[in-house]
T-cell receptor
Framework: DVKVTQSSRYLVKRTGEKVFLECVQD?????MFWYRQDPGLGLRLIYF???????EKGDIPEGYSVSREKKERFSLILESASTNQTSMYLC????????????FGPGTRLTVL | AQSVTQLGSHVSVSEGALVLLRCNYS??????LFWYVQYPNQGLQLLLK??????LVKGINGFEAEFKKSETSFHLTKPSAHMSDAAEYFC????????????FGSGTKLNVKP
């Protein structure tokens, strides 16, 4: 079974703090994704990566950056957290073929005070 | 960009009743289509996906979905709801130029009454 793990289930940070959300997958997947999930808006893609050190902006990249130094790990960085970044963050990975199934982690619920 | 519309943010059915969750997509070109389910406090998991092999797609837990190009729809159905089906369901469509990029609908929460 594919396993995608996220470093924290719940996180509380203060405005202006630098926040790191970590995601690790154990199936040698090429693609990794970061989404945020908000009620009534579904999932929106923040960033994705096709390979180590490769990244592409998704639909809402503003205020976020990412890092992929190793194939299995994809980090989401909030350089200076703001209250409007309070949300559920979901990481996903996929093998790399056309429209391959994305496998999701359990999510990190981030609250920025 | 593609878009996905899920009609009804909340759907309530009785146990044993038909489940119908609606999804319409914006593209004129048949994309790849997906239904995912999210149980409370969990990530999303794939229910089924359409890849143009067959218009009626069967998934896990007795769910199926029918791709209708003329209606740009991909509605999810299950003949008989079970209490364990209570969850949030998301329809997703792949981007036309980058098939690994998905657009998700806003979700439909299914409540199953005993």
């Amino acid at each position: 079974d594919v396993k995608v793990t996220q470093s924290s289930r719940y996180l509380v940070k203060r405005t202006g703090e630098k926040v790191f959300l970590e995601c690790v997958q154990d199936m040698d997947h090429e693609n990794m994704f970061w989404y945020r999930q908000d009620p009534g808006l579904g999932l929106r893609l923040i960033y994705f990566s096709y390979d180590v050190k490769m990244k592409e902006k998704g639909d809402i990249p503003e205020g976020y950056s990412v890092s992929r130094e190793k194939k299995e790990r994809f980090s989401l960085i909030l350089e200076s957290a703001s209250t409007n970044q309070t949300s559920m963050y979901l990481c996903a990975s996929s093998l790399g073929g056309e429209a391959d199934t994305q496998y999701f982690g359990p999510g990190t619920r981030l609250t920025v005070l | 960009a593609q878009s996905v519309t899920q009609l009804g943010s909340h759907v309530s059915v009785s146990e044993g009743a038909l489940v119908l969750l609606r999804c319409n997509y914006s593209s004129s070109v048949p994309p790849y289509l997906f239904w995912y389910v999210q149980y409370p406090n969990q990530g999303l998991q794939l229910l089924l996906k359409y890849t143009s092999a067959a218009t009626l797609v069967k998934g896990i837990n007795g769910f199926e979905a029918e791709f209708k190009k003329s209606e740009t729809s991909f509605h999810l159905t299950k003949p008989s709801a079970h209490m364990s089906d209570a969850a949030e369901y998301f329809c997703a469509v792949s981007d036309l130029y980058n098939f690994n990029k998905f657009y998700f609908g806003s979700g439909t929460k299914l409540n199953v009454k005993p």
